[in-house]
């Protein structure tokens, strides 16, 4: 665990810099309402045990949510997320070796730094810092990754109707905006990571015009995330009504992805979308290579 003089206990722990290979992110929601596992993992030992299932089929960060972020949800108070994501974030901590981040899913700052003290050591927000703009200031006192998502209106209100000038301007402009804010707020600029938001605010023709076009997020400089997996887009695709039948479909995206230079796949189906990277990423590496 690394001491910020300046700020909480938090590990610092992800090296963004060290290697190209795409990571992946284990889906870890302590919420009986998430869109596809809700109440699935809501006890802390079950949630832990997944968690801990997850690393072992190669996933290199595990994200821990308390609030779910689906179309139509409320919003869940700090105290409340504390309670549910705190005893997971200290329980896979202590079982963890050093080298697997846990993120903390959360766009409080209250909630993130409880997440820190027990243990995570990156911050996904959903909102980029504009919910809760102390956010940014606590990832920069412990010298944290934050991811910085794009997302239109709020959770209870998104898909009512989004509409862009150019979807793929208009989010690759604000998550640019969003790091120049974060920046200021002292975040280090090797810290910040962007996710363009799938499926928070797009209709099914935004989000697969996102996935043809990952490469002008890559093309930022700054490491993508992305988080297609499950996600309703895919059901329409596929025309399958039951989420947890779209492994192969969200597995896709993540081929998708990793062509485009997409670095951080966040997925409920660990192993599936570590095959689907890791093929994907050999097969970029020796295409880079006939092209040298």
Same mark, same amino acid.
């Given at each position: 665990?690394?001491?910020?003089?300046?700020?909480?206990?938090?590990?610092?722990?992800?090296?963004?810099?060290?290697?190209?290979?795409?990571? %992946?992110? *284990?889906?870890?929601?302590?919420? !009986? #309402?998430?869109?596809?596992?809700?109440? =699935?993992?809501?006890? $802390?030992? &079950? /949630?832990?045990?997944?968690?801990?299932?997850?690393?072992?089929?190669?996933?290199?960060?595990?994200?821990?949510?308390?609030?779910?972020?689906?179309?139509?949800?409320?919003?869940?108070?700090?105290?409340?997320?504390?309670?549910?994501?705190?005893?997971? %974030?200290? *329980?896979?901590?202590?079982?963890? !070796? #050093?080298?697997?981040?846990?993120?903390? =899913?959360?766009?409080? $700052?209250? &909630? /993130?730094?409880?997440?820190?003290?027990?243990?995570?050591?990156?911050?996904?927000?959903?909102?980029?810092?504009?919910?809760?703009?102390?956010?940014?200031?606590?990832?920069?006192?412990?010298?944290?990754?934050?991811?910085?998502?794009?997302?239109?209106?709020?959770?209870?209100?998104?898909?009512?109707? !989004?509409?862009?000038?150019?979807?793929?301007? =208009?989010?690759?402009?604000?998550?640019?905006?969003?790091?120049?804010?974060?920046?200021?707020?002292?975040?280090?600029?090797?810290?910040?990571?962007?996710?363009?938001?799938?499926?928070?605010?797009?209709?099914?023709?935004?989000?697969?015009?996102?996935?043809?076009?990952?490469?002008?997020?890559?093309?930022?400089?700054?490491?993508?995330?992305?988080?297609?997996?499950?996600?309703?887009?895919?059901?329409?695709?596929?025309?399958?009504?039951?989420?947890?039948?779209?492994?192969?479909?969200?597995?896709?995206?993540?081929?998708?992805?990793?062509?485009?230079?997409?670095?951080?796949?966040?997925?409920?189906?660990?192993?599936?979308?570590?095959?689907?990277?890791?093929?994907?990423?050999?097969?970029?590496?020796?295409?880079?290579?006939?092209?040298?």
């Amino acid at each position: 665990m690394t001491k910020n003089p300046d700020g909480d206990d938090c590990m610092a722990d992800l090296n963004l810099v060290a290697s190209n290979r795409p990571d %992946i992110m *284990g889906i870890l929601n302590v919420t !009986p #309402d998430s869109f596809s596992d809700g109440g =699935d993992f809501y006890t $802390t030992e &079950v /949630a832990i045990d997944h968690g801990l299932r997850m690393v072992a089929e190669g996933a290199d960060i595990i994200d821990v949510g308390g609030e779910s972020t689906r179309p139509g949800a409320d919003r869940i108070p700090a105290e409340e997320q504390v309670r549910r994501v705190v005893p997971v %974030i200290s *329980g896979l901590r202590k079982q963890l !070796p #050093d080298r697997i981040t846990i993120s903390v =899913d959360t766009t409080l $700052t209250a &909630v /993130a730094r409880a997440a820190c003290a027990a243990g995570a050591g990156m911050i996904n927000d959903i909102a980029a810092g504009e919910d809760d703009a102390g956010i940014l200031q606590l990832a920069a006192a412990n010298n944290i990754p934050i991811i910085l998502m794009h997302k239109q209106g709020t959770p209870a209100s998104m898909q009512h109707n !989004p509409a862009y000038d150019d979807v793929i301007e =208009d989010i690759r402009a604000y998550l640019l905006s969003r790091v120049e804010t974060a920046m200021q707020a002292g975040v280090n600029k090797q810290n910040l990571i962007l996710d363009p938001g799938f499926g928070f605010g797009k209709t099914m023709e935004h989000n697969l015009l996102l996935l043809a076009s990952l490469g002008r997020f890559a093309d930022t400089g700054f490491p993508i995330l992305i988080g297609a997996s499950r996600k309703a887009f895919l059901s329409s695709v596929c025309q399958v009504e039951d989420r947890k039948e779209l492994v192969g479909a969200s597995s896709a995206t993540t081929v998708i992805g990793v062509m485009a230079g997409v670095r951080l796949f966040r997925v409920h189906d660990v192993k599936e979308h570590r095959q689907a990277a890791d093929v994907a990423y050999v097969v970029k590496s020796e295409k880079l290579k006939v092209k040298s």
